[in-house]
């Protein structure tokens, strides 16, 4: 087991129906921070992201935003990070957001959190990297997807070495704790 320093989160920039979620990523963010990790992201500071950041911040941790020239006149970068990375796509971009990480997990988000997530989890199954990765299952917000999962599963499309790979966990230390022991 080594001690995580860095973690990549991929959530959401949109603004969620359910304040709860954004107080999930900021409350992550701050969890975080007092265990000592940096937190990789997006680089925006708008919707789930934006909280996550602030969350870091404000109880003192270093966070590096990781966002794509493509994407600056449409995701409104944070200015008060600790580090701004700008690459030149969206694949460079997930690939630093990894690089820079010991683990990558998901909070809630759309579309562009699951094509980050799932390409970190296949990465990890065809031997990529070695890196945990998991899913912070905020108030059941991936409770469908995880029992699909294991639907999936059942139909022996994804075995049970693949399945194990990916850490889901309810509460914020809970899941540290466990990408942690999986390093």
Partial sequence: MKKLRAVAVYCGAGKPSDPRLLEAAR????RCARRGVAVVYGGTRVGLMGALADGAL???GQVVGVLPDVLTEREIGHDGLTELILT???????????????ACL?????????DELFEAWTWRYLGIHHKPVGI?????????LV??????EDA??????????LVVRREADE????LEEAT
């Fill in 27 to 30: 409350g992550f963010g701050e």
């Fill in 58 to 60: 404000a109880a003192g």
């Fill in 88 to 102: 030149k796509n969206l694949h460079e971009r997930k690939a630093t957001m990894l690089e820079r990480a010991d």
């Fill in 106 to 114: 998901a909070l809630p988000g759309g579309i562009g959190t699951f």
């Fill in 136 to 144: 912070l299952d905020a108030f059941g917000f991936y409770e469908h």
């Fill in 147 to 152: 029992r699909f999962l294991a639907s999936v």
């Fill in 156 to 165: 022996g499309l994804l075995s049970k070495t693949s399945s194990r790979m």
């Fill in 175 to 178: 899941l540290l704790d466990a």
